[in-house]
């Protein structure tokens, strides 16, 4: 389930520092106006722009830092004054500043506990979009202006929320079989999200959204934390949607995988197992870097890389998420799931797009780049290889990887992911995301490239179109195709957290995914309902790889 979180950011920000945030589907300039509401804490000023209402860094919890590290968050606290929310706050600590696309531009730090809203009306009752950031476990932040939510918000006549949380060694180290005072460590930042879902059931009204109508969305790690809360007994009641992007993750570690973590970390810092209560006291720095280190598979690790994700402690998560089935917990929740045509073109190194030399570097690439795949064993992989290439004789062994490693992985996941929740009798949509970039050469639809559509946030340079200048942009998509898809990608996310139902009038009727015709909205550009895409493909996976 490891995520190559360097190659996929290194891969994104190829795409994302081709240039800023200059337009979205919001229209129009207007001068801004102050916006102030009353939540449960104190009034909060923010601002009115553009006919949307913003609130930035907003504290939901308290203080995680000293003696409240690795413990569930308190509530955050009231105050007296007015209180300006007109920034965001600080990000959760994480090793990510070679990657500028992809991190917030405020310094990270422990107590990160902040959310943003965007709010069309802060007197109607809307449906409420919680956004969960990717970035796996380790990185990412609520405050990314490709997570700009306004447009959203305005075109969607919806509040979209954004949130930070505890995010690697600070959300998710599982200590509790060492002390079981740190019984629910590991999933510490799962249980902010949690908190931050208290606080939208207990505020949300105040800017003008509905508590009893929230869905959350969120794209790779995001997805997999979804999966996860969908399992955890006290987020529920606080959702009643989900949508996951490319983020099915169908179990998450289990208590002894954790616990051989847990003892890496007290190892490296020359702990004994009876002091736990040490780590409380190292530097948030010296903390981080030991985490670089032991994640990186350094010597530090004993060349093995150490993970921190959630886990099965007993009590915040009870038992195995959705394997061997879909959570009981969430039998009722309607699902939006699905993944991008060419995932894992952004977890191929660069410098590694060179055609594999032979099948048996395709086959080790194959296993390197299957995020989300279950283990693979070289008869495997080989199988697949010639299934492949017998349906598709003309392909390279590029994309025989790009292709395989995609649906053994992400794809299979949230096919599979789909059907378990299925069986619950849940309603259940399925979708395919087809833009390909300019990028690597003009023919991939990778991991992240639905984002700016479904944000309504387009405009990051030439990435999403290959042009530079609007009226660049104008010539070659003379037919508006690319604000098309994303009219059609907003809208369909937004009806589907408004009624439970993603077709609107700007897209083909979207039916609900069944065992029988495996329904599944090709967005493109030309968008259209398919049934059962690469069927092939899909009984070969599943009636092996995935028995």
């Known amino acids: 389930m490891r995520m190559n979180r360097r190659s996929m950011l290194q891969a994104t920000s190829a795409l994302l520092a081709a240039g800023t945030l200059t337009r979205s589907l919001t229209e129009g300039a207007v001068l801004d106006e102050t916006a102030i509401v009353e939540v449960a804490q104190g009034r909060l000023q923010g601002i009115r722009r553009g006919g949307v209402s913003i609130f930035k860094g907003v504290p939901y919890g308290g203080r995680v830092e000293a003696g409240a590290r690795f413990l569930p968050a308190p509530p955050a606290g009231p105050w007296s004054r007015t209180r300006s929310a007109l ?44 956004w969960i950031h990717g970035g796996g476990y380790s990185s990412g932040s609520g405050g990314l202006p490709i997570y ?3 447009a959203l918000a305005k075109r969607g006549d919806v509040v979209v929320v954004t949130v930070n949380h505890r995010l690697n060694i600070f959300g998710y180290l599982h200590l509790a079989a060492i002390d079981p005072h740190y019984a629910t460590s590991g999933n510490v930042g799962q ?9 939208v059931a207990k505020n949300i009204s105040a800017l003008g959204g509905d508590p009893a109508n929230v869905t959350l969305f969120g794209e790779s790690g995001g997805g997999a934390k979804i999966s996860a809360l969908m399992a955890m007994p006290a987020a529920q009641g606080l959702f009643h949607k989900a949508i996951i992007e490319s983020g099915s993750a ?10 051989r973590t847990a003892r890496a970390v007290l190892g490296h810092f020359d702990f004994v197992p009876t002091k736990v209560e040490k780590l409380q006291s190292i530097p948030a720095e010296k903390l981080l870097a030991g985490y670089v280190q032991l994640s990186s598979g350094g010597p530090a690790a004993g060349g093995q890389r150490v993970e921190f994700a959630p886990v099965v402690d007993g009590i915040s998560i009870p038992t195995q998420t959705w394997t061997p089935a879909a959570p009981e917990l969430s039998r009722h929740i309607p699902l939006l799931v699905g993944t991008n045509h060419d995932e894992t073109v952004a977890f191929i190194d660069q410098g590694m797009f060179d055609p594999p030399a032979d099948d048996a570097a395709l086959r080790i690439r194959i296993k390197r780049v299957a995020v989300f795949a279950a283990p693979l064993n070289d008869r495997d992989v080989d199988v697949l290889i010639a ?54 050469g003009g023919k991939w639809a990778l991991h992240g490239i639905e984002i700016p559509f479904v944000f309504g946030n387009l405009d990051y340079g030439s990435a999403w179109d290959g042009h530079d200048t609007t009226a660049g942009r104008a010539a070659a998509d003379p037919h508006g195709v690319r604000f098309r898809l994303a009219a059609q990608t907003l809208g369909a996310w937004a009806a589907f957290a408004r009624t439970g139902n993603p077709s609107h009038a700007g897209l083909p009727t979207w039916r609900p995914y069944s065992l029988d015709r495996r329904e599944t909205m090709a967005l493109g550009a030309v968008s259209e309902l398919q049934a059962d895409p690469r069927r092939e493909n899909r009984l070969l996976i599943e009636n092996g790889l995935h028995a």
């Open 148 to 150: 700009d939510g306004a």
């Open 87 to 130: 920034s965001y706050g600080a990000p959760s600590l994480q090793n990510n500043t070679d990657y500028p696309a992809w991190i917030d531009s405020r310094v990270g730090a422990e107590n990160c506990l902040f959310l943003n809203v965007w709010s069309p009306d802060t007197s109607g009752k809307r449906a409420v979009m919680v």
């Open 387 to 440: 299934r492949y290439r017998h349906q598709w004789p003309s392909a390279s062994r590029l994309d025989l990887l790009v292709r395989i490693s995609t649906d053994v992985g992400m794809r299979g996941n949230a096919i599979l992911q789909a059907a378990r929740q299925l069986a619950h009798g849940a309603p259940v949509f399925m979708y395919e995301f087809d833009w390909p970039t300019p990028c690597f």
């Open 250 to 259: 169908l179990s998450v570690m289990t208590p002894e995988a954790a616990e």
């Open 191 to 199: 249980l902010d999200l949690v908190l931050a879902l208290q606080w």
